[in-house]
């Protein structure tokens, strides 16, 4: 088996388009009768969850997971099994020709591009699981190529992504001045996977969809696996996220003149969940329902946190202001 860091050299200059692709980023919905969808990447469960949704739940009828490709041969077959996926691939180029949309699932984001560069050239819709990238400069040539070539591209976390999220946002934006924001959600940050990344990006996105992106400098204060981190807006707005290590869930508290409030969803998300659905409908219009810029800067918010969790001291983000 190749590996994922070596598969890519291996592309072949003649590799087809998929057959449906225009109409995938040019016609309407109806119009595509069945979508083909291939996998790079098992190790995480997600992409189990992506074949019971698609091929047994059939939450999406006119698609269907078809193929997948695992870090090691067990990972495939264990996937392909629960997802109920007929094709495991020993190299993910193999399923070029063969789909009409990728997902891209590794556990570390420092795979992810790498692994998408040879579908995105051939005009293959892309969704890339969170985090989107481990470096934001590698970030930005890939989107910039993805543009080049007109293949639509998109990441979030599916916590970030959901009817609940913008719920809050909008809860938010009715209260007037909000003095402070307190964060809550399991983080761990010596995980192998990336650190803060890999987990991190379901308590820091849902912060930049709920109160904006322009965050200028980031602090980490650690003891053990217990940690803090500290989040200052360019317009004075203080947020601080509690990185959990024992419990799992999101809460989300503001301070305003009436004191300490919790904010919770008034809303109950669609099945299925808004995430999957944009996902989607990506693949078959051609509508990324995020911007670039987005994508990058949350990715610049935790390269700063990374950098200080080794420093502890304040970082700045690197966010290009919208």
Same mark, same amino acid.
């Given at each position: ?58 939450? !999406? ?5 078809? @193929?997948?490709?695992? %870090?090691?041969? +067990? #990972?495939?077959?264990? /996937?392909? &099994?629960? =997802? ?42 892309? !969704? ?5 990238? @481990?470096?934001?400069? %590698?970030?930005? +040539? #890939?989107?910039?190529? /993805?543009? &080049?070539? =007109? ?172």
């Amino acid at each position: 088996m190749k590996s994922r860091r070596s598969f890519i050299k291996t592309v072949g200059k003649g590799a087809a388009l998929s057959a449906i692709a225009p109409q995938l980023l040019a016609g309407p919905v109806q119009d595509v009768k069945h979508l083909r969808i291939g996998i790079i990447g098992a190790e995480n469960s997600h992409t189990i969850g992506f074949g019971k949704m698609f091929n047994i739940d059939k939450k !999406f009828p006119a698609a269907e997971v078809k @193929y997948v490709w695992g %870090e090691s041969d +067990e #990972f495939a077959r264990n /996937a392909a &099994e629960k =997802g109920n996926i007929p094709n495991i691939v020993k190299d993910p180029l193999e399923m070029l020709g063969e789909i009409d949309a990728l997902i891209v699932d590794h556990r570390h984001a420092q795979y992810h591009l790498e692994a998408a560069t040879p579908f995105i050239k051939e005009g293959i819709p892309t !969704f890339i699981d969170k985090p989107f990238c @481990y470096r934001a400069a %590698e970030g930005k +040539e #890939f989107l910039d190529l /993805a543009r &080049e070539h =007109g293949t639509p591209v998109t990441s979030y976390s599916t916590i970030a992504h959901s009817a609940s999220t913008y719920d809050i946002k909008m809860q938010a934006e009715s209260m007037g001045k909000i003095n402070q924001v307190v964060r809550s959600g399991p983080v761990e940050l010596d995980s192998k996977y990336g650190g803060i990344f890999f987990y991190g990006v379901h308590i820091v996105q849902p912060l930049m969809y709920m109160f904006g992106e322009d965050i200028e400098s980031v602090r980490i204060t650690r003891k053990g696996q217990n940690g803090s981190a500290n989040l200052v807006y360019k317009n004075g707005l203080f947020a601080t996220l509690i990185l959990k290590n024992i419990e799992s869930g999101w809460e989300t508290f503001v301070e305003t003149e009436e004191g300490l409030i919790e904010l919770k969803s008034r809303v109950e998300e669609s099945d299925p969940a808004l995430c999957y659905t944009d996902i989607v409908e990506m693949f078959r219009s051609g509508k990324e329902p995020r911007s670039h810029q987005s994508i990058l800067n949350c990715v610049r918010v935790l390269e700063a946190l990374e950098k200080s969790v080794a420093s502890q001291e304040w970082e700045e983000t690197s966010i290009i202001a919208s």
